[in-house]
């Protein structure tokens, strides 16, 4: 954790010196350090949090998944009656590992850690190329002889950026609720079906 937040510290400074030898107004670099900043350190906090959430829960399934094959390939019915203690273990180990990788793998796909990962790497990057080809007025600010007159395109930028970043975040927002609500329905209409079923049943 640290480590995270001295890497989080060190751009926050190292961006702040780039920023003072920039010839801009006090509003200009207000808005570096207020917007373009802030959100660069927020969303570099929130990919490295979802990337270590997303690891953790895919190594936890992976590694599960493969040793559970290995328990229930042991044949527990041929352990002595005397080795009750390890006919025990194997048959415990075997419970928690599974129910451990199923929760993994539920939570994962709740939450989508690599979905989020990859989507706030995604616009922190972009945002962090706009600032460097900003100071050294490179890219889209190549025709532009100071940081005062390539500002104005730097800040529409970084705002399509955000923009872009919202409304994908929106969208996914929006397909996981439908989704949420596609497997509450078939679950419903699952459970009916089978009422149904006992019901004719027992009418016979």
């Known amino acids: 954790m640290a480590k995270k937040d001295s890497y989080q510290e060190f751009l926050k400074e190292d961006f702040n010196k780039l920023f003072a030898g920039m010839n801009l107004s006090d509003v200009q670099k207000h808005f570096l350090?207020?917007?373009?900043l802030?959100?660069?350190?927020?969303?570099?906090?929130?990919?490295?949090?979802?990337?270590?959430?997303?690891?953790?829960?895919?190594?936890?399934?992976?590694?599960?998944?493969?040793i559970l094959p290995a328990l229930v390939s042991l044949n527990i019915n041929t352990i002595?009656?005397?080795?009750?203690?390890?006919r025990?273990?194997?048959i415990g180990?075997?419970?928690v590992i599974s129910q451990l990788v199923a929760i993994s793998a539920a939570i994962e796909e709740f939450f989508h850690y690599g979905e989020?990962?990859?989507?706030?790497?995604r616009t922190v990057e972009s945002l962090k190329t706009?600032?460097?080809?900003?100071?050294?007025?490179?890219?889209?600010?190549?025709?532009y002889t100071t940081h005062e007159h390539a500002f104005n395109l730097f800040a529409g930028q970084v705002e399509d950026i955000i923009q872009r970043d919202v409304e994908v975040y929106a969208t996914q927002v929006v397909q996981e609720k439908k989704q949420e609500q596609q497997n509450q329905e078939n679950y419903i209409f699952t459970q009916n079906t089978k009422i149904t079923n006992v019901e004719e049943k027992k009418e016979e």
């Open 80 to 86: 002595s009656p005397e080795s009750k203690t390890t």
């Open 88 to 90: 025990n273990l194997i």
């Open 116 to 121: 989020r990962w990859r989507h706030y790497r």
């Open 38 to 66: 802030d959100q660069v350190l927020w969303m570099e906090g929130k990919a490295n949090f979802s990337r270590d959430r997303y690891y953790f829960l895919r190594l936890t399934t992976i590694i599960g998944g493969i």
């Open 33 to 36: 350090r207020s917007r373009w």
């Open 93 to 95: 180990s075997t419970f």
């Open 130 to 143: 706009q600032g460097w080809q900003f100071s050294q007025l490179a890219g889209p600010y190549r025709d």
